[in-house]
C-alpha cells in the first residue's frame, strides 16, 4: 500500500510562486509513476504534470513553462515547482502514484494511490 501526502498549498497573488511537496512512503523507483492533480470546484479533475517510471515528463498545456515537477528517490518526496500563479490556477491539488511502467496524466482513473490534497488559492 503506498500512502501519499502533501505539503506547501497556500494563498497567494497572481505572479507569485509556490512549491508543494509529497512525502511518498515508498521509494519512488523506476516501477513508479507519479504526478500532480488539481481540481477547481464544479470542475473535472484534471492532470497537471506527471514523471513516468522511465523518467519521461508530462504537462498539460496550461502550466507548460511555469511549474515544473520533481522527485527525490532518496527523501521519498514529489514535488510541484509553480512560478507564474494566475487565478486559474486555484484548485486542490492531489499528488498521485501509480505501479506500471506508463500512466497517462489525461486520464486520472488510472492512476491507483492518491493523496489527501492541499489548497492553493491564487488572487488577482
Known amino acids: 500500500q503506498v500512502q501519499l501526502a502533501e505539503s506547501g498549498g497556500g494563498s497567494v497573488r497572481a505572479g507569485e510562486s509556490l512549491r508543494l511537496s509529497c512525502a511518498v512512503s515508498?521509494?519512488?523507483?523506476?516501477?513508479?509513476?507519479v504526478a500532480w492533480f488539481r481540481q477547481a470546484p464544479g470542475k473535472e479533475r484534471e492532470g497537471v504534470a506527471a514523471i513516468q517510471s522511465d523518467g519521461t515528463v508530462n504537462y498539460v498545456d496550461s502550466v507548460k513553462g511555469r511549474f515544473t515537477i520533481s522527485k527525490d528517490n532518496a527523501k521519498k518526496t514529489l514535488y510541484l515547482q509553480m512560478n507564474n500563479l494566475q487565478p486559474e490556477d486555484t484548485a486542490m491539488y492531489y499528488c498521485?502514484?501509480?505501479?506500471?511502467?506508463?500512466?497517462?496524466?489525461?486520464?486520472?482513473?488510472?492512476?491507483?494511490?492518491w493523496g489527501q490534497g492541499t489548497q492553493v488559492t491564487v488572487s488577482s
Open positions: 515508498v521509494v519512488i523507483g523506476s516501477n513508479y509513476c
Open positions: 498521485a502514484a501509480e505501479n506500471a511502467e506508463f500512466t497517462p496524466l489525461y486520464h486520472w482513473p488510472s492512476w491507483g494511490y
